[in-house]
């Protein structure tokens, strides 16, 4: 994945010694070394994460369901753990996610890489940055930082940093509801299925493909 973003590192390079005044003003040429991360779906359209990779780390075991407090994710997961780097100097934040409708059972995975100038960073146990994973309709995928409402939106799910539209991976579509005894709090959701499916949908920048 990092070969992807080769050439994209030198122009996002810019970006990070700019809008990543905060981080730096602070913390000097210090990158982040923790991080803690949310998760959040809407609460029409939950999700189950497939797998989340940061800088080529696996975050945890996998599928687990996402948050549904797609207002404040905050009350979702949130884990404290190592930030690995590739080399000494490298200063992208390559995040890869795969993910899966529960409704509908289709499968979706994203990549973005951000400089990490552009995250919350803060001293917690060590230079830590902040990331909330967002999973929309369609395969929209968005990551936010720091938990302050956005301004533009006003939700809390934190300062908008990028988003993009998930590509379909057919392959891995799959009926999570023939597995609500092998995975923690599916059984549950799926006994509210008539509550969450009268949630009216949230909008979505992105389209159905592949479906």
């Known amino acids: 994945m990092r070969g992807l973003f080769a050439i994209a590192r030198a ?9 990543g005044a905060f981080a730096m003003g602070i913390f000097g040429e210090s990158r982040p070394t ?59 934040v ?23 100038g552009e995250l919350h960073v ?24 720091n938990a302050e409402p956005d301004p533009k939106s006003g939700q809390h799910n934190g300062r908008e940093v990028t988003r993009v539209c998930g590509q379909r991976t057919p392959s891995r579509d799959q009926n999570y509801g023939l597995r609500v005894n092998e995975i923690p709090g599916l059984g549950r959701l799926i006994d509210r299925r008539d509550q969450w499916m009268a949630v009216p949908d949230l909008e979505s920048n992105c389209t159905v493909e592949g479906a």
Do not use: C
């Open 34 to 92: 923790n991080l803690t991360f949310n998760d959040a779906a809407h609460q029409s359209t939950p999700i189950m994460i497939d797998g989340l990779t940061i800088n080529g780390k696996t975050m945890g075991a996998f599928p687990t369901l996402a948050s549904s407090s797609w207002l404040n994710p905050r009350g979702g997961g949130h884990t404290l753990t190592d930030l690995p780097w590739e080399s000494e100097d490298d200063q992208i």
């Open 94 to 116: 390559d995040v890869h996610t795969e993910w899966t409708e529960i409704e509908t059972g289709r499968a979706y995975k994203a990549d973005v890489s951000v400089p990490w």
């Open 11 to 19: 122009a996002v390079f810019g970006i990070a010694l700019t809008g």
């Open 122 to 145: 803060e001293d917690v146990v060590g230079v830590t940055a902040y990331m909330t994973f967002v999973y929309g309709r369609n395969g929209e995928f968005m990551l936010f930082t």
